[in-house]
């Protein structure tokens, strides 16, 4: 009999400039020396849109004024009991210029040039359907070392 896993919702805001993109290296913690974009837990009763916007600006130093919600992918490790549910929202309005902070540091990358070797290795797998304005739903299984084991991914709709 399996244990269910249990689920923590994030949030993950992309900023796209085109023809470029904005990634955060991460300093610390949780995929320390990734890029990725900026996001992550809810607070206790925090709308997705507010914990995304917080999350922006404690990373970024920027704070989003439109969001979309271009997909959902789950998260799950072989060996572990958790579950993370991540809200990807494309970010193409915000205030105020990125900046370093004590956990990411922003640069602009253009998106032919996206570094997935210094990603998470999911992201080869829904950025792109991401880049192209497609909406999405996926899940993957992470091994211990963070590589991908299985994934299944869903376009939700063409543009």
Known sequence: ???PL???VLTLCLLCRPPRIL???KKRGFGAGRWNGFGGKLLSNESLKDGARRETMEEAGVEPRSFEEM???EFSWQGR???LEVHVFKVTDWEGVPAETEEMRPEWFPMD???YEDMWS???YWLPLYLEGKKFRGSFQFD???QVLSHEINILDKK
């Open 1 to 3: 009999m399996s244990v």
């Open 71 to 73: 997909g959902i992918l």
């Open 6 to 8: 249990k689920k923590k």
């Open 113 to 115: 040039q996206i570094p």
């Open 81 to 83: 009991g958790d579950l």
């Open 144 to 146: 211990e070392n963070d």
């Open 122 to 124: 999911d992201d080869p």
């Open 23 to 25: 990634l955060g290296m």
